[in-house]
């Protein structure tokens, strides 16, 4: 099956700590993206990459880090300079192909400070 | 002004009423825009893309867009209990390059 794989589904972190959210996709899409869900905020990017090696920051990139060393992966990783990391986080891929462009989520790592 | 506005709710309706979901934005070089249904802890899915203006019909779902408004709705026919969920719009200016979400409007429907 097509799709977009995250993981864990939940994640623990102490203060301090780095953690690394997985993100997988097997649909031969271009572009992938982070998005950080809070209660009440919607979805707000927090990094995106439009081809393997290159990214660009979002809106709220401050405290986290991504990598694209492969087509299909785009791991994140919240560092402990993050303040307020507990949040649910989306992956999404899309191709860059116009007009065939819609975007697909996983289904979000929940990640809680503890 | 945020690019992209949506009415939070919560939406509260019958089952089998007609549903009305609205979301305006202010930046003209949005071209392509998406409505995304999100179940509690769950990613969102995608229910309906459309590239620049019109409609698209799916079945009790139908997607408007009016670039000379700046306005997109998502309309639900017939609705039923399992549309209880949060529906998110979402748009973008060109391919590739990172979608803009509205807040979300939460749907209850009740049986």
């Known amino acids: 099956d097509g799709g977009i794989t995250q993981s864990p589904k939940y994640l623990f972190r102490k203060e301090g700590q780095n953690v690394t959210l997985s993100c997988e996709q097997n649909l031969n899409h271009d572009a992938m993206y982070w998005y950080r869900q809070d209660p009440g905020q919607g979805l707000r990017l927090i990094y995106y990459s439009q081809i393997v090696n290159d990214f660009q920051k979002g809106d709220i990139a401050e405290g986290y880090s991504v990598s694209r060393e492969k087509k299909e992966s785009f791991p994140l990783t919240v560092t402990s300079a993050q303040k307020n990391p507990t949040a649910f986080y989306l992956c999404a891929s899309s191709t860059g192909d116009s007009p065939n462009t819609e975007a697909f989520f996983g289904q979000g790592t929940r990640l809680t400070v503890v | 002004q945020k690019e992209v506005e949506q009415d939070p709710g919560p939406l509260s309706v019958p089952e089998g009423a007609i549903v009305s979901l609205n979301c305006t934005y202010s930046?003209?070089?949005?071209?392509?825009f998406m409505w995304y249904r999100q179940y509690s802890r769950k990613g969102p899915e995608l229910l309906m893309y459309?590239?620049?203006?019109g409609n698209k019909e799916d079945g009790r779902f139908t997607a408007q867009v009016d670039k000379s408004s700046k306005y997109i709705s998502l309309f639900i026919r017939d609705s039923q209990p399992s549309d209880s969920a949060t529906y998110l719009c979402?748009?973008?200016?060109?391919?590739?390059?990172?979608?803009?979400f509205g807040k979300g409007t939460t749907l209850s429907v009740s049986s």
């Open positions: 979402a748009m973008r200016k060109q391919a590739g390059t990172a979608l803009i």
């Open positions: 459309t590239y620049s203006s």
């Open positions: 930046n003209s070089a949005f071209q392509y």
